[in-house]
T-cell receptor, first 112, second 113 residues
C-alpha cells in the first residue's frame, strides 16, 4: 500500500514563491505526478517525475528524491489564478497496475 | 481536441435506486480510469480499462458497482443499489499509453439521500 502526505492548506502572497511538499511511502514506485484542481473542475496535469532531480516547466517546477520518498512543487511569481488545490499522486510499480494513489491535496490561497 | 467528458455533472438519488455514470475519454486513448473522492478524503482509484478489457479493478468497493466499456470507447459506471456511503465525486481519466499522464474529466457529483 501507499501513504502520501502533504500539507492541508497554505497561503502565499501574489508575486511570491511557494513550495508545496509531498512525502510518500510505497512498496513500489513508478512515477510521481502533480495535479492542479480548481474548485468544481477537473484535476489538471502539471508535472511528472520518475527520476531524481528537478523538472522545470515555466513558472512551475517539481523535484523528486526517490531515496527520501519526497517531492515538492515550486510555484514562482504567484498569480491570483494559482489559488487552487494541488494534488500529489504516486503511480505504483507492479504488473498491470497503473493506478494513481493521491494525497488529500494542498489548498493554496494566493492573497494580494 | 476535446477533453474527457462526463455525464451527468450532478446526480441526486435516493438510497436503493440505481444510477449510471458515463465517461467519454479523449479520442484515441485506450486507457480509461475511474476514481472516486468521498467527502474529506483523497481521490481513490476504482478501476482501469485498456480498450474494452478490465486491466485492474482492485479498487472497486463491492459488487454493487459495475463498470463497462463495450467497444473500447466510452465507459459507464453503474451503482445498484446505491447506498448513502456512495456519495462523492466520481472522476474519469484517460491516457494514451499507460505510462503517460492521465487526463481527468470534471467529475460527476453523486448524492445519495
Amino acid at each position: 500500500g501507499q501513504n502520501i502526505d502533504q500539507p492541508t492548506e497554505m497561503t502565499a502572497t501574489e508575486g511570491a514563491i511557494v513550495q508545496i511538499n509531498c512525502t510518500y511511502q510505497t512498496s513500489g514506485f513508478n512515477g510521481l505526478f502533480w495535479y492542479q484542481q480548481h474548485a468544481g473542475e477537473a484535476p489538471t496535469f502539471l508535472s511528472y517525475n520518475v527520476l531524481d532531480g528537478l523538472e522545470e516547466k515555466g513558472r512551475f517546477s517539481s523535484f523528486l528524491s526517490r531515496s527520501k520518498g519526497y517531492s515538492y512543487l515550486l510555484l514562482k511569481e504567484l498569480q491570483m489564478k494559482d489559488s487552487a488545490s494541488y494534488l500529489c499522486a504516486v503511480r505504483e510499480a507492479g504488473a498491470g497496475s497503473y493506478q494513481l494513489t493521491f494525497g488529500k491535496g494542498t489548498k493554496l490561497s494566493v492573497i494580494p | 481536441e476535446a477533453g474527457v467528458t462526463q455525464f451527468p455533472s450532478h446526480s441526486v438519488i435516493e438510497k436503493g435506486q440505481t444510477v449510471t455514470l458515463r465517461c467519454d475519454p479523449i479520442s484515441g486513448h485506450d486507457n480509461l480510469y475511474w476514481y472516486r473522492r468521498v467527502m474529506g478524503k483523497e481521490i481513490k482509484f476504482l478501476l482501469h480499462f485498456v480498450k474494452e478489457s478490465k486491466q485492474d479493478e482492485s479498487g472497486m468497493p463491492n459488487n454493487r458497482f459495475l463498470a463497462e466499456r463495450t467497444g473500447g470507447t466510452y465507459s459507464t459506471l453503474k451503482v445498484q443499489p446505491a447506498e448513502l456511503e456512495d456519495s462523492g465525486v466520481y472522476f474519469c481519466a484517460s491516457s494514451q499509453e499507460h505510462t503517460y499522464e492521465q487526463y481527468f474529466g470534471p467529475g460527476t457529483r453523486l448524492t445519495v439521500t
